[in-house]
């Protein structure tokens, strides 16, 4: 061989390492973009705030029309025992009402999803009901069950069942028919097709489902309370804008507000413990680096 072309093999070593410098910018790359992205919804929020706040002073807007969050923290500061005890009431009504949404959710999206009969029979009638206002239900829950924590309840029950039932049976009755009748032709029953492939294929729709439910659940027990209560953060916000305290309306604004961000966490918590398989794309883009800017 020639001596000419003998160094060619020293080229590998330095390739190698343009590798390996290349994918740790990568890797530095996508630590700095995860940490952006943990970051940046606090940045927003702050900024917002110091935005709010500027614009309050500038315009000189009085507090009875809009509190700046500086005027809301005072108020929050001040009353945080009124708003911690009605805040507790408010997220107890709603859970219990998200709980017996799930349940009958659960159960009713499985059945509409598992028989075209009931697909096509309840599913007009859910619509028509979800159409209905629920704060023109209240009023006939306040009839049946009196002034108290049940209307908040049924109410926050009512406007979460829905999203649930829509996003369970779509998870079932989209199973691939080839898929069901491979199963069929191996022996399997309905009941297990729907045990062992209905499911697990719901899964993800429920928990997505789940996210929506939970937030719009703190609507309903709100807007019942608002009405036909002796607690809870709507009561104390109806308290508040009668004595014209804005800035304790807003303070029940943010409480409630910071309630529904975090049982959304939570959701997304027990979302990626549980149906993580179903992310796995998403996950991998935002961890690996080779998932792009």
């Avoid at 911690?84 to 009402?97: E, I, R």
């Avoid at 104390?236 to 959304?264: E, I, K, N, Q």
Wanted: glycine residues 8%.
């Amino acid at each position: 061989m020639p001596r000419d072309v003998m160094p060619a093999p020293a080229a590998t070593p330095r390739k190698g390492e343009a590798n390996a410098r290349r994918v740790e910018a990568m890797i530095a790359a996508a630590r700095r973009r995860r940490r952006l992205q943990t970051l940046l919804p606090w940045l927003i929020l702050l900024g917002t705030c110091l935005v709010w706040e500027a614009v309050v002073m500038a315009m000189e807007i009085p507090a009875f029309v809009l509190p700046a969050p500086s005027a809301i923290g005072a108020s929050m500061v001040r009353w945080w025992w009124p708003l911690l005890d009605n805040a507790w009431q408010t997220l107890l009504t709603t859970l219990v009402g998200f709980a017996l949404a799930i349940v009958f959710g659960l159960v009713l999206g499985v059945a509409i999803g598992s028989s075209a009969l009931l697909y096509h029979g309840l599913y007009p009638l859910l619509i028509g009901f979800n159409s209905v206002p629920k704060v023109a239900v209240v009023p006939i829950l306040v009839i049946w069950f009196g002034i108290g924590a049940v209307p908040a309840i049924i109410t926050a029950f009512l406007i979460s069942f829905f999203p649930i039932v829509v996003n369970v049976a779509t998870g079932i009755a989209t199973v691939e028919p080839e898929l069901r009748d491979v199963l069929r032709a191996l022996g399997a029953r309905p009941v297990d097709i729907i045990r062992k492939v209905g499911l697990p294929r719901a899964m993800p729709y429920f928990f997505a489902s789940l996210k929506i439910a939970i937030t719009v659940a703190f609507v309903g027990s709100i807007m019942s309370e608002t009405v036909a209560a002796n607690s809870g953060i709507g009561h104390l916000m109806m308290v508040a804008s009668s004595r014209f305290d804005v800035p304790l309306v807003f303070a029940g604004l943010v409480v409630t507000g910071v309630m529904g961000v975090l049982m959304y966490a939570l959701a997304v918590m027990v979302e990626q413990r549980t149906t993580g398989w179903a992310m796995r794309g998403q996950a991998e883009q935002q961890v690996s680096p080779m998932g792009g800017a």
